[in-house]
């Protein structure tokens, strides 16, 4: 029933999204025009940088004429619309792109053919972003053998802890744990995988990646059989972070373009969108009882979310304090909530790794009224200090462990019930930026930027197997 269901969302997807494109023998302005503009022009003319008071991220920034007042589009004559105008001058400081390579002349002929026929936008939504709109990409084979290392972002075990899923060059590995043989390529996925999950059957992997600065997407490929990969949707900037809900019913993405955004595991259906954060959203995890998400941000904020409705429940300011023994600002890469109980941990930049609760935190926030008491009050966060020069960029929690992966290429482990050191895991020679623990197999598995992968015993702490993870 859940293939069943969730295929049918999705072939309502791709209806939705081919309504908005257009028919045949038309030309689509979602499918076609939009891409030349967030390839060549949104550098100058988007959301945050405006050239002449001219934007043309969303279908009404580009009805709306810039500083020239001459509109960019006039359906039906081209020789009168701005953006064609720009596109074919002659002279370097006036034509679009300004200094650089011109637009090639199919793609000008593109849009002067899309403006002469009326400039149709079909269904396309006049407010949200052009770029999220666009149809997904169709990603490329990854190459036979990587000539140079591939940077690990993603690891995890699948829910029996036999295979290892690790993200590669458009495509996941799969590998297996007790031999380290590579038994799968899932391909033609984003150049950059920076998330996996598995669901509880183990027979679908959700990824997040995308194209830094350029494109993220959320997908996922069946594990089972030859289908290809199917994307669930798209994103301005790449996507961070990916975590399916403790109950199996609900799936979160967080994205470089400020969102975080929550869907129906079983059928594909965006159940909110929130974007509260005013930078990078680069970690994302649920609490113990699926009833809140935690968002962790380079805003140096953590917005805890009512899971139902992504309304905002508090915001956990303990990264940026101005007094105290750990006081500063601090990126957030990584957040954890215990399977357990109602505890958060998080982690970046900075010294400590903060332990807190998000019903506390939302009562120490207060209002202006108890300012002043509140300032003075040391808070309920505990501190616990990794010894680690540079950041923390993955945390792991199961039962009263957990599991710190740094830039110094070593994994920190802590008893989460005493605060107490446990042990380091060493052997890496790079930055680590994943890790995944499984608690039936006492095994934990790591990735470097260097494209190692390591296996280790946590009852000993010794690593079980090493191996540069691409495809010989």
């Known amino acids: 029933m859940f293939s069943v269901v969730f295929r049918l969302g999705l072939i309502l997807a791709v209806c939705h999204f081919s309504s908005r494109i257009g028919t045949a023998g038309e030309i689509s302005f979602l499918g076609q025009i939009a891409p030349i503009l967030t390839q060549r022009?949104?550098?100058?003319?988007?959301?945050?940088?405006?050239?002449?008071?001219?934007r043309l991220h969303t279908i009404d920034a580009i009805l709306t004429p810039g500083a020239s007042g001459?509109?960019?589009?006039?359906?039906?004559?081209?020789?009168?619309?701005?953006?064609w105008v720009r596109l074919i001058a002659e002279d370097e400081s006036v034509r679009m792109p300004q200094w650089d390579d011109p637009v090639s002349a199919t793609e000008i002929e593109l849009v002067k053919q899309w403006i002469a026929e009326g400039a149709d936008f079909a269904t396309a939504d006049h407010t949200a972003s052009i770029k999220s709109q666009m149809p997904p990409r169709i990603h490329p084979i990854s190459p036979s053998r990587y000539h140079v290392p591939v940077p690990v972002n993603a690891v995890a075990f699948s829910p029996d802890g036999t295979v290892l899923a690790v993200g590669g060059h458009h495509e996941i590995l799969i590998w297996d744990v007790a031999t380290t043989t590579?038994?799968?390529?899932?391909?033609?996925?984003?150049?950059?995988?920076?998330?996996l999950d598995w669901t509880m059957h183990g027979k679908r992997l959700f990824l997040a990646g995308g194209t830094p600065g350029d494109y993220g997407e959320l997908s996922f490929v069946n594990i089972e059989g030859e289908a290809p990969p199917v994307v669930c949707d798209t994103f301005d900037d790449i996507v961070?972070?990916?975590?399916?809900?403790?109950?199996?019913?609900?799936?979160?993405a967080a994205s470089a373009d400020r969102s975080v955004r929550c869907y129906g595991a079983s059928d594909g259906r965006k159940m909110w969108r929130s974007q509260l954060h005013s930078d990078f959203v680069t970690a994302v995890d649920f609490s113990h009882d699926d009833r809140f998400i935690a968002t962790g941000s380079t805003d140096f904020t953590i917005k805890v979310l009512h899971a139902e409705n992504g309304q905002l429940f508090t915001t956990y300011n303990g990264h940026q304090r101005q007094?105290?023994?750990?006081?500063?600002r601090f990126a957030i890469f990584a957040v954890a909530f215990s399977n357990t109980q109602p505890l958060a941990f998080s982690a970046g930049q900075g010294e400590a790794i903060r332990i807190w609760e998000p019903e506390k935190a939302q009562a120490e926030n207060g209002s202006a009224a108890d300012m002043e008491e509140r300032f003075s009050n040391a808070g309920h966060t505990k501190h616990l200090p990794h010894g680690s020069q540079r950041s923390v960029f993955q945390l792991r929690v199961y039962g009263n462990r957990l599991f710190a992966a740094t830039g110094d290429g070593v994994i920190k482990e802590y008893d989460t019930l005493t605060l107490s050191h446990i042990r380091d895991y060493v052997g890496h020679r790079d930055w680590i930026f994943a890790l995944d623990y499984h608690p039936l197999s006492g095994h934990l598995a790591t990735g470097s930027y260097d494209g190692e992968v390591r296996l280790w015993?946590?009852?000993?702490?010794?690593?079980?197997?090493?191996?540069?993870?691409?495809p010989q």
């Not at 022009?41 to 001219?54: F, R, T, V």
């Not at 590579?182 to 984003?190: G, I, S, T």
């Not at 961070?240 to 979160?252: E, I, P, T, Y």
């Not at 015993?457 to 691409?470: K, N, S």
């Open 457 to 470: 015993d946590v009852t000993t702490g010794e690593t079980i197997a090493a191996f540069a993870a691409r």
């Open 41 to 54: 022009c949104l550098g100058c003319h988007g959301p945050l940088k405006a050239d002449g008071d001219l």
């Open 182 to 195: 590579l038994l799968r390529r899932l391909q033609r996925l984003p150049e950059r995988i920076q998330a």
């Open 70 to 83: 001459v509109p960019t589009i006039r359906p039906g004559q081209p020789e009168q619309s701005e953006l």
């Open 323 to 328: 007094f105290g023994d750990y006081k500063g």
């Open 240 to 252: 961070l972070d990916v975590g399916v809900s403790r109950s199996g019913q609900q799936l979160v």
